[in-house]
């Protein structure tokens, strides 16, 4: 009798951590070494956040840095619960951001923060302590 074929869904896992990492080490990099300026198009609201976020002096490479880190811990599978930590607020603040500010690149924000959800909820166990209320 032939062995049972595993189902291909043990690799979603994986494939998601891949999609979520991949862009996020390119934007780190881009934001460390390549700052791009907000494109002329953007809503006013917009304009003036970006312009504050780049008037601080660090928060944008901080930004980068973060997502820089987050990338490359979700690709080499190393701390992936504290990867997905340190990205939640990153990744709510973007479909946030695109949500009331500029409505451009909504489709694509909410997509990475429902892979970061969906990522999040594979390693659940992880976050229990965090999610625990203590009385």
Do not use: C, K
């Amino acid at each position: 009798m032939p062995a049972r074929s595993r189902s291909f869904t043990r690799h979603l896992p994986t494939v998601g951590r891949i999609i979520l990492g991949l862009p996020l080490v390119a934007a780190g990099l881009l934001g460390l070494f390549h700052p791009i300026p907000p494109p002329p198009t953007l809503a006013p609201g917009a304009v003036a956040f970006l312009n504050a976020l780049r008037d601080t002096g660090y928060m944008l490479q901080v930004i980068a840095l973060t997502q820089l880190a987050g990338g490359l811990l979700l690709l080499a599978n190393r701390f992936v619960p504290l990867a997905l930590a340190l990205l939640a607020p990153f990744f709510v603040n973007a479909a946030l951001f695109h949500l009331f500010l500029e409505r451009g690149g909504l489709a694509p924000a909410l997509v990475f923060l429902a892979l970061e959800a969906a990522m999040a909820w594979t390693h659940r166990g992880a976050f229990s302590g965090m999610l625990h209320a203590r009385y």
